[in-house]
Nanobody, 121 residues
Framework: QVQLVESGGGLVQAGGSLRLSCAAS????????MGWYRRAPGKQRELAAV???????DYADSVKGRFTISRDNAKNTVYLQMNDLKPEDTAVYYC???????????????WGEGTLVTVSS
């Protein structure tokens, strides 16, 4: 079984910064992609940022230039550095690990429980 544990959410003023962390644990052999999705109040969940094969990044247009995703492969941990936060960034942020190969050999996708980020104006 694979677990994703997120941390780093909280309340911040507009223009401030937060850093989210997500650690994957379990009998993990490899992870194809790790990323962050978010669900704002009254909206559907959307991609914020994803890092594939530890190299290729993809960001939502609304966060480009402000958010940076990175990964520590040795720790199976993904980070999201969020700068210049805006009230519209307020959302529950969910960590996702896709294409997770576990021992014995199984492949699946996993989600964290989410961490709340609130940006005040």
């Amino acid at each position: 079984q694979v677990q994703l544990v997120e941390s780093g959410g909280g309340l911040v003023q507009a223009g401030g910064s937060l850093r989210l962390s997500c650690a994957a644990s379990g009998s993990i052999f490899s992870i194809n992609a790790m990323g962050w999705y978010r669900r704002a109040p009254g909206k559907q969940r959307e991609l914020a940022a994803v890092l594939t094969h530890g190299v290729t990044t993809d960001y939502a247009d609304s966060v480009k230039g402000r958010f940076t995703i990175s990964r520590d492969n040795a720790k199976n941990t993904v980070y999201l550095q969020m700068n210049d936060l805006k009230p519209e960034d307020t959302a529950v942020y969910y960590c996702n690990a896709a294409g997770v190969v576990t021992i014995p050999t199984l492949i699946g996708d996993y989600w964290g429980e989410g961490t709340l980020v609130t940006v005040s104006s």
